[in-house]
């Protein structure tokens, strides 16, 4: 079955920087497009940034010049590395995979990343 699972998730002082990765199994990686969400407590999930299968890349604009998505086919996961983060970052990480053709959809189980002094 397809599993997507994140880590990397923690506490983190605002500047800092930490880098989330989402490895996936169960499914051929390179015909998904993978993406990032997140959700704070009382919001709704909203997407931080996507990578397609040939690597293009589109950035929520709340974290542009700060966080840069990447993905390594041979490894079967993406990564989010967060850098100058901000107290509003504080949320929950979900990677999310959607098949290029059937537009199937899986989502990993989140990690918490929380940004405070």
């Known amino acids: 079955q397809v599993q997507l699972v994140e880590s990397g998730g923690g506490l983190v002082q605002p500047g800092g920087s930490l880098r989330l990765s989402c490895a996936a199994s169960g499914l051929t990686f390179s015909y998904y497009r993978m993406s990032w969400h997140r959700q704070a407590p009382g919001k709704e999930r909203e997407l931080v940034a996507n990578i397609s299968n040939f690597g293009m890349q589109v950035y929520a604009d709340s974290v542009k010049g700060r966080f840069t998505i990447s993905r390594d086919n041979a490894k079967n996961t993406v990564y989010l590395q967060m850098n100058s983060v901000k107290p509003e970052d504080t949320a929950v990480y979900y990677c999310?995979?959607?098949?290029?053709?059937?537009?199937?959809?899986?989502w990993g189980q989140g990690t918490q990343v929380t940004v405070s002094s």
């Open positions: 999310k995979a959607v098949h290029i053709v059937s537009a199937n959809t899986y």
